[in-house]
């Protein structure tokens, strides 16, 4: 696949439906009954700048339900950049970003694209999971407290409950018994461990990983990608920046590779990882044998 | 010496019997250790120092002991402490609720809030605490009256204001606005020092601004906003001597009056030293308690224990992390 079948896959024809009055009601409950025909993520188009450098220019990308899709490309390329944008926490510029039907961090009401409040894109957060190059644990809370934290305060479950889940995670990350350690207690690895174990408290949708296992020692990156292979295996949507090849071969349903701002290949692992199409997608695989 | 090995030093007789590159067998335990006689002589001249000083104070008459000793527990005496206590609590929580709201109204997006917070800092800070104490005292010469309503608007409450401003308020009010400012720049020392990832983490769970900055940043912001708060308490608490200019009997105050009658100047002020000390002191006491909470998870060790802490015990080495866990798939 080239760039050019990218942009046919996600052009006009498949786009997402134009937002109506129950597109949100069908957003709220859960989109179970959908599933499979509404994509988990739709990008369009999307650019991002900081002040002269224009970091996104004009993405284009979807990512259907249950997919693992692994985000390839040199430093700079953006990569990071396009993730955040997905939860929000960089604004786009142009283009848009639809996570299961649902246009991120904007509405659009009579013809015209307002901005959500604060509270709204805040309220879109809670079904993307994210998990940081450097795990952004919570210091001051014991491993539990930082699992137990958001759903606790964001979705309102009471602490028994929030508990129990919280034990369940830890346990199938393989941590139960360091529940009640405190974050730098831990190793890198066990910590980025219950740092996807806070995520999946959130019961998301969708989870976004930013090279998730770069800050490790090379004997701890295992420990983190089992886990991460176990929650494909359960099918959950994943979208991963890493530059582990070998999971991406192992793992990934598709790979895409990014330079400069733009996404210049897209396909399966064995298209794009052993026969790549584009000269600067072979450049950039060479540096990894 | 034998002269076919390797020159060998005059200290070490035994390396000359050695096969070159061998090392001889050395135990360091029980090395005696390095003489410092300086330290001995500065010990020395510190121990006559203090003999001397505790001679002037026992034998000059003048310290008055036994009116001290009279004062020391006396009734008034312990009212003042009062009012110099709830003065320093009172302004002390003006000026961190104060500090925390100018703190993050001057890291707010919004230009105009962050102006006004910066504007309140730069003025509250660049005026002695003395001057604003006397200028609300006598906030009566510049409005005469002071009146709460709609702007512009009817009133609601209005009065004379040297009945509402009175000695107490002005001195709140000077104290802790005063506070405010030097809290502001603390609290926001603090924030800043959390880590923006902690925002992000926090924010990608879905937790809202306020939410974030309650459960998240401030608790971490907390182990750098303590120590110096600590100090601004035990200043503050010093600070208070200031109100006697405005003839509100706090320690200060108190001493002073009973000396301007009596003449006992110099015990009563060592009564007024004494106390401010001993509340110093409570506060220090109080400060690395607080400080050992807030420290919580920022380090590898396990927390210390209470008695090792009070003792000012060195904590044992915390036991090494257990070996890692086996994955879950390995479990399951
Ligand atoms: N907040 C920001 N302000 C200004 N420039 C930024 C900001 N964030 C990222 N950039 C710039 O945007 C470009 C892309 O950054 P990004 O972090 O998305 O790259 P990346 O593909 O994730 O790289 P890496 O593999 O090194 O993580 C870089 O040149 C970076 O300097
Ligand atoms: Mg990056």
Redesign the pocket.
Known sequence: MTAQDTQEATGPETAVPEATAAEATAGATGATGSAGEVPMVVAQRVR?R??Q?E??RGIDLKVRQGEVVVLL????????????CINHL?QIDAGSIHVEGRLIGFRRSGGRVHHLRPREVTRQRRDIGMVF?HFNLFPHQTVLENVVEAPVGVLGLSKAEARKTAMELLTRVGLAEKAASYPRQLSGGQQQRVAIARALAMRPKLMLF??PT?ALDPELVGEVLATMRDLARDGLTMLV?T?EIGFAKEVADRVVF?DG?QVLETGTPQEVLDSPANPRTRAFLSRFL | MATTQPPATRDDPGKAELPPGAVPVVDVAGASPVRHPLRWLAVLLLAVLAAQLFHFLITNPHFEWSTVGAYFGAQVIGQGIATTVELTAIAMLIGIAGGVLVAVGRMSENRVLSTVCGAYVWFFRGIPVLVQLVFWYNLSALLPRISFGVPFGPEFISGHTNTLITPWLAAILGLGLNEAAYMAEIVRGGLLGVDQGQTEAAAALGMGRARILRRVVLPQAMRFIIPPTGSQVINMLKATSLVSVLALADLLYTVQSIYNRTFETIPLLIVACLWYLVMTSVLYVGQSFIERYYARGATRHAPQGFWNFALFRRRPDAPSPAADSPLAKEET
């Open positions: 991002k900081f002040g450098l970091v996104l490309g040199p430093s700079g390329s953006g990569k990071s950049t396009f993730l955040r960089e190059q930013d090279e770069s920046v530059h990014m701002g």
